[in-house]
């Protein structure tokens, strides 16, 4: 299999994992959130930090936690993948699996808009049609609801942010995502520790509870793994399409087996996404094609090549 093959499939595994992890967390929900959370995050560190001694790199943590910019960024990384981690096993455990659904399907849209106000890049027309179809959906959710889609817009939003700090951040994506739950870890431990002593815990776990939440250390892993795999041997005009099945399979999980309510304005709304990521998706295809004609035509006819692209949509 080429390289191209076996970055495609390991990029719809990480895109399957995540979008059926609604239905692991599902078994963990008479388990409070903070407490499943505190699992995930101690666990992911065990698996993580045991991947890089095996690989022999651990001394690489040390390395980055001494610069101090360095420091700075992992650690408001390490906020935002924890407010982003948390909030889905919440949203999962109260029934609102929907909005963890529509807040993947925005995040693409919303990463447009922070490539165009933080690092000053062009869009296009299609582009910018597709930022106004997602806004006016969120507007029509808030509208018809009397509230606004408040965690689908905060896992949007820290998702993105979390994109612009490891842009920023010159570290491998396993040392980084290592020291992330490396910081993480003593702040859900004392958060497991006082609500156990506010009588909110009982650690009397079945050995069913056990072995899921150890196994959300590995759970966590493994799909970022593979989207890495798939970062370096796909375009990502094609992992980001590829990406798209993560939330379609959650809203699958949230309506067909959860049996969830989708109202009349989620009907309106959602179709409005989904234009949205069509107009997204086929400009930066186009966009995509444009590039890689012009990398391997000769040099005195790139420039006609580019312009076209460029001129009907620039790479969001």
Not at 149 to 170: D, E, H, Q, R, V
Not at 242 to 258: D, G, I, R, S, W
Not at 308 to 313: G, K, L, T, V
């Amino acid at each position: 299999m080429s390289d191209t093959g076996k970055g495609i499939l390991a990029m719809i595994g990480a895109a399957g994992i995540w979008g059926i992890s609604p239905i692991y967390y599902k078994l963990l929900a008479h388990i409070p959130a903070a407490e499943v959370m505190a699992h995930r995050t101690a666990w992911s560190l065990v698996f993580f930090a045991g991947l890089l001694a095996v690989q022999g790199r651990l001394g690489e943590i040390r390395k980055v936690m001494r610069v101090p910019r360095r420091l700075a960024l992992i650690m408001l990384a390490s906020l935002m993948v924890s407010t982003n981690w948390f909030l889905f096993i919440y949203a999962t455990q109260v029934n609102r699996t929907t909005e963890t659904s529509l807040g993947y399907y925005i995040y693409p849209l919303v990463a447009v808009l922070v490539g165009r106000f933080a690092f000053g890049e062009r869009l296009g027309l299609a582009q910018w049609l597709s930022v106004v179809l997602a806004t006016a959906a969120v507007a029509v959710l808030a509208l018809g609801l009397g509230a606004l889609p408040w965690i689908s817009l905060t896992l949007a939003g820290t998702f993105a942010l979390y994109g612009i700090i490891k842009k920023l951040l010159p570290v491998g994506p396993i040392v980084s995502v290592t020291c992330e739950v490396l910081i993480a870890v003593p702040v859900m431990l004392a958060v497991a520790v006082w609500l156990y002593l506010q009588g909110k815990i009982d650690p009397s776990y079945t050995p069913l509870d056990l072995a899921l939440l150890v196994g959300s250390g590995p759970i966590t892993a493994f799909p970022l793994i593979l989207f890495t795999i798939a970062a370096r041997r796909v375009p990502m005009a094609t992992v980001g399409l590829l990406q798209y099945l993560n939330p379609t399979l959650q809203f699958l999980c949230a309506v067909v087996l959860f049996g969830e309510i989708f109202t009349p304005y989620h009907q309106v709304a959602f179709p409005m996404i989904w234009a949205a990521l069509a107009i997204y998706s086929v400009a930066t295809l186009r966009q995509d094609r444009a590039a890689r004609r012009a990398s391997i035509a000769p040099v005195g006819v790139s420039t006609q090549v580019m312009k076209p692209a460029s001129e009907a949509s620039a790479k969001p």
